[in-house]
């Protein structure tokens, strides 16, 4: 009995941490990302496509990639780090335009003001 309980408890925290080491950290991605989109004044129904959340191992980072309706030759990457040590800021946002024009939308650079008086940026 004594070792069901211990093997049970074993497993239990493996899936706690797994749960915690993964899953937490992209749903808060998601949630910065969507509360970025927010601040540049779009909304969800704005987005053409965006690719599943993936994550970088090697810079430490969560990313997507997003095409809005109104911008399709502009491909927006929203990355998302829960640790100052990999990126300066939590939220960063680049963009590339197929056909080199400045993209409609926001850069960071241009909202980061107002990230940061808003708080999303630590």
């Known amino acids: 009995m004594d070792n069901k309980i211990k093997v049970s ?14 899953k937490f950290h992209e749903y808060e991605a998601m949630k910065e990302i969507n509360r970025t989109i927010v601040k540049q004044g779009l909304h969800r129904n704005d987005i ?5 959340l993936k994550k970088d191992r090697n810079r430490d980072v969560y990313y997507s990639e997003i095409i809005f309706k109104d911008n399709v030759n502009t491909v927006y990457t929203y990355f998302y780090s829960h640790s100052r040590k ?37």
């Not at 074993?10 to 915690?20: A, G, H, P, R």
């Not at 990126?87 to 080199?100: A, D, E, G, H, L």
């Open 9 to 22: 408890v074993l497993i239990m925290l493996m899936v706690l941490s797994y749960l915690y080491s993964f």
């Open 48 to 52: 053409l496509r965006q690719t599943k």
């Open 86 to 122: 990999a990126v300066p800021f939590q939220i960063s946002i680049t963009s590339f335009n197929s056909k080199n024009k400045s993209p409609k939308h926001s850069s960071i650079y241009d909202i980061k003001k107002t990230l940061l008086n808003n708080d999303i940026l630590y």
